[in-house]
């Protein structure tokens, strides 16, 4: 129940995060921003990771996050990249199936899912694709928008996967930081390589800074869940969030929620009282 309960939480804080994303993705290029998103995210984690302490931390937990930063990084570029050139009914469905991943991932440890897992996941996939549908949109750039998408449904899976070992050995938040010191290393090396620069992003520097926030709030949540019963089942409450983000936009924006979306909705949360059953 802790591990739903978590990536309920997670939820909340991704569907907020790429609900603020929409606004400053436009002012400036994916890499910049991504750079100050992650920043902003580590110099909150580090008073938490010195209160928790990195007594823990052994070379495989340091192994486990710096992977998981790698991952972090391609995922996070893929995520921006999607909705940057993608309209959201397209980019949210295949973003949101990490869970697949996720389970995936377990089965190969040795946690075999079983059919109440796989009907959660059809569930809360089924109503992502629901609520995210935007008939009449046409997309040029559509099978780019797919293939970025795609790239970051399956490295945060893998994120997911790797932070929640990291975790299990060194704690929540030291796992979280080394991942996410790689990722903002791993992406300014390459604005360094493409000699790109952070002037045009530093406008947005107080909107970055509450979406670095709520992506450690988010990120956080579903590495905490592996030192939990069933931390899969993190990963896949927090599918649900382009479910919130679509409700925040028709809420806050004035943007019309179809019946059919609705129905998604309620379809999701079907999926994720599921989980819930068998906790």
Do not use: N
Request: hydrophobic fraction near 60%; glycine fraction near 10%.
């Amino acid at each position: 129940m802790i591990s739903l309960f978590l990536g309920l939480a997670a939820a909340l804080g991704w569907g907020l995060h790429d609900f603020l994303v929409r606004f400053v993705s436009q002012k400036a290029e994916t890499g910049p921003l991504l750079a100050l998103a992650l920043g902003s995210g580590a110099i909150l984690l580090l008073p938490l990771t010195i209160w928790e302490g990195w007594g823990a931390v052994t070379p495989q937990a340091v192994a486990l996050a710096t992977a998981a930063g790698a991952a972090l990084a391609l995922a996070s570029v893929g995520l921006y990249r999607a909705f940057m050139i993608g309209p959201v009914g397209l980019v949210a469905p295949i973003c949101g199936a990490f869970p697949l991943g996720a389970l995936a991932l377990a089965w190969a440890e040795g946690r075999v899912p079983g059919a109440r897992e796989w009907l959660a996941v059809a569930l809360i996939l089924g109503g992502i694709a629901l609520v995210a549908r935007q008939p009449g949109t046409a997309q040029p750039a559509r099978g780019s928008a797919i293939l970025w998408a795609a790239l970051a449904a399956a490295c945060f899976a893998l994120t997911f996967h790797l932070s929640q070992g990291a975790a299990r050995i060194a704690g929540t938040f030291p796992a979280t930081l080394l991942a996410r010191l790689t990722a903002l290393v791993l992406v300014l090396a390459a604005l360094a390589l493409r000699r790109d620069s952070l002037r045009p992003a530093l406008r947005q520097w107080r909107w970055m800074g509450l979406i670095g926030a709520l992506d450690v709030i988010a990120i956080g949540c579903v590495t905490a869940a592996g030192r939990q019963m069933h931390p899969e089942y993190a990963a896949i409450a927090a599918s649900s969030f382009g479910v919130v983000t679509i409700l925040l936009a028709w809420r806050f924006l004035a943007e019309r929620l179809r019946p059919l979306q609705a129905a998604g909705a309620a379809l999701a949360f079907a999926g994720i009282t599921t989980l819930a059953a068998g906790s």
